[in-house]
């Protein structure tokens, strides 16, 4: 049985908090959570271990040591590990996770419908059939596996974007998070124009269907429902006012990919004369409760409207450079106030959920770009996977202080290649030196998902049979596919010869 209280001690610990110092580095540290929140954070002592065992000592779980027995104040291990929040993912897709490695070297546009829009369609004319093969929905083994990925790099909570097809299936997500443990923010996708005609909606379907899952899956643990319009190319200016009330009503934020690639913006630019973020911003959608995926392409009239709304945006190197889709100006963006996070994007175009690669990679960009070595430091691109994504996803999470979730990662400092590890380089060594596989425990919400590498909550073996098997009849079905051609933005009017 899992028990009330859980400490861990460490060699290393990085509260990553405002109020105790976003760069406070404290050796020899502990943590101390209760249900699912965070009781105490610290230096650990002798005194501290006595106290809390005197108080909690049947109902505590003491992580590294043996599961029964009661501790003893002198037995407490110290993991030479360093241990931090737990990562907040702000933008991704759990519908992607058996597509990885799909369609590359394919612009955005042409891997859409290649890969994703492949994958999904997929889905959805052959769900009967898998359904009987696998005993149990393909949409369920896919968003359990993207579960699995995310808790395997130590992804605590997430927005995922569930876009095209995967509007349908929320409650196969809600299912495959409410086993996984983690927490979501599901931006629930919809499309009136250049998509897929199968999918189209109008603005009362979409907030329909955003109705109807509010009144299904509110307050569902660990689970939020907000609007999350796939593409501004995708929506008209009359769907995105609807949504945006649907979610001033509702009080939720709102979601959204805009001006992800060069030859997109321009055939957008093109048809409607003006910058997606132009059009979200005269659809009243720009304010601080609006995150924008990407907006890689910025005029200096879209820097303007994002600093004088307040909107976020959430930063995907990985993706934006596998893609080819050029990469946002996030140090002009941060130095003008505009809040940026650092994410991975989905599995299919980021081909991992590896954070501190995500993290690494936007650090490094920005150096080279900039030829400064000092933009982006390791602390602030930490903080940017951490503490940033949290205050714009508005959840109790992403730093370790007294009432804070109880969402932690302990990284294992023993590999060789976190060695030498200290307190004077810890936070340069998990983004320079991690390669993102080193995370041994994960605890979210007080309840722990992988426990010394371990995966707690979700059958890793069987998920990734499924997954592999799902993967090879999905590419048997492409092979005999007419090309997919249903991403507006690549049509006709499209930017070919641009
Ligand atoms: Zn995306």
Redesign the pocket.
Known sequence: MDKRFKLIRCRLLLPLDEKIGLETRIEDGYVLTENDLIREVGAFSREAAERIIRDHGGELRVIGAAAEGKPTAGAIPMLDAVVLPGFVKG???DHESPIIGVAKDEPLTAWLDHAVNAFTGFLLEKGDELKSVFGASPHLITYAKARLDDIYYGITSALT?H?NFNKYNIADLIEANLRAGTRIVIAVGSQDRNYDPRILDTPAKAVGRLEEYRSRFQGVERVKIIPGPDQVFSNSEEMLRALKQWSLDHDTLMHI?SS?EPATTRWFYRKYKMSPVQQLHRAGVLDKNAIL??QVNNTPIDLEILEATGAAVIH?PL?NTILGSGMPPIIEMMERGIPVAVST??SG?ADNQDMIAAARLASQYQKARRRDAKVLPAQKVLEMVTVVPAKILRINAGSLAPGRSADLIAVDLSRPNLTPTRKDNVIENLIWAADGSEVRWVIASGRILKDDYRFVTLDEAKLKEQVLKLSEMMMEYKAGLAEVRVTGARSEEGPAGT
């Open positions: 933008h991704g897709h974007h876009c990919h992800e995926a990407h995907n993706a994007d989905g175009s």
